[in-house]
């Protein structure tokens, strides 16, 4: 039995039960179309003497000739009935509907009907709980469309699944931060993600008492400028060009992988919570300071390494001409053997800070060098530096908890 129909006169999904307020009962001249199979349905049980629950019937009596579909419809709109139930018993709610933006009934969109919401003195949002797997690329598109059109300047708000249709697991990476190293969680993001945070939209995933918060990571590899040398860096196993590059608030579309903050969803009550995106997006900050230090020291690294191993030619031969370190030098050279071991910072790690490169012994080595130091090339190189971008709540309440992100998906609540 279907719980829900696609209302050809008002254009919309309908629900039967508490809330769908007063539908004509019956055939209603066609009025009813089913979600799954297109064919009409007829409204029953609506009186108050009815020993049945309310519902809508295929008109042969077999049922949907879709009913894997049918069900998987009506499990996912319970989800977006219990949350939008949920929302109406908060304060301060002055609408509360399920609308189906962009929705056509020839052409389905094939996700669960999105929560419009007002609340007094805060702007509108339109919440999805989609459970299942996300419509193409194109339909969301459309979706995301159809909410800007109908409802301008409002937040657009999706609450996805940690299930292996809506999150595309990465091997974790390691990022440090303050309080020390953590690992992050990273996915690829589907078009359809891509194409919801490409405008502006909040992607978040909901895995239990976490909320994680996306970022985009751009890997890259640092330009090898003149007077550099990016071999034969001493304890790097890996490239030391190879790096990445963040992208904030929000991941942007040249993002290759997705990095992901957890927001601990915390408990206010014993029914409320709330999590707060401006928690991730302070971690965020945090990585594009220790990435800017990172970029800052590898440069200088590579400068310093270019040098003496440059002040080792300059050594071994004795006739050797100074003006070898305006060119770049061969990577077969260098003459490791004779390279100044304690000329290097020892054991580096790829995120280490800058301090740990520049200690006061080495630089004096260097300078009693007196080797013909290149000049140091400007900082910032070519790398593309993103302007600091501002946080996307509303002015005034940057770091306030929206009302949105007091909601508690699921079973709980
Ligand atoms: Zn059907």
Redesign the pocket.
Known sequence: M?KSAWDRQQQEVVWVGAGAGVLPAGLADGRYG??????S?ILKGTKATSKVQAHFA?RTGE?????E??AALDAEDEVVIQLRDRIRAMPGVTVCTTASPGESETDPLGMPPAILVAVRGATTVVIEAPTGVLPGPETVRRRIRAVRGEHAGAEHVWFLKRNPSQFAQLAPHQVKLREGKRTHERVVPNEQQQAIAEVGGHVYWLDGKVVLVPYGIRRFRHPVQRGQQWTDWPSWRSDPRDDWLISKPRPATDADSWGLVPVAFSSLTATRGAFRPADAYAVMDELYTVQERRFAWRNKQAREIYAAAHRSEQAVEPEGTLSAAHTPMPETSGAPAAMPAHAFSPAPEPDSPPEAASRPSDASDIAAAAVDVPPRPAYPPTIPQPAPEPRPAPAGTPRSVRWWQRLRLGKSG
């Open positions: 279907g089913c979600r799954a199979c297109g064919e349905l295929h049922g949907c000739s879709r009913p579909r049918e």
